[in-house]
């Protein structure tokens, strides 16, 4: 089992900035960011693994979030820039023992219980 731990949460302007973090209880091949709006499903935002493979993000955050670890940390990282109130939701570290390319829920077992984000217009 894995325990990950959100925090960096808060509410924000449009157009302004934060920074995600998660602290994972112990190393774990593939990391990721998901995020959920009440009446959505559930969806992926940016996915990585160790060992230099590039990474993956959803469409609706490319050039505006940036996915990072640090491996010696257990730790995730999620830079989020030029916030818009559609990036509204409740943010989730996720984890995996193998590393699956790509943005699906499914492919990650270990879950943190979410960090709020709002962003006001």
């Known amino acids: 089992q894995v325990q990950l731990v959100e925090s960096g949460g808060g509410s924000v302007q449009a157009g302004g900035s934060l920074r995600l973090s998660c602290e994972a209880s112990?190393?774990?091949?593939?990391m990721g960011w998901f995020r959920h709006t009440p009446g959505k499903e559930r969806e992926g935002v940016a996915t990585?693994?160790?060992?230099?493979?590039?990474?993956v993000y959803a469409d609706s955050v490319k050039g505006r979030f940036t996915i990072s670890r640090d491996i010696a940390k257990n730790a995730l990282y999620l830079q989020m820039s030029s916030l818009n109130p559609e990036d509204t939701a409740m943010y989730y570290c996720?984890?995996?023992?193998?590393?699956?390319?790509?943005?699906?829920?499914?492919?990650?077992?270990?879950w943190g219980q979410g960090t709020r984000v709002i962003v006001s217009a």
């Open positions: 112990r190393y774990t091949r593939a």
């Open positions: 990585l693994p160790s060992g230099g493979i590039a990474p």
């Open positions: 996720a984890g995996s023992d193998i590393w699956i390319p790509g943005l699906k829920e499914a492919s990650f077992p270990y």
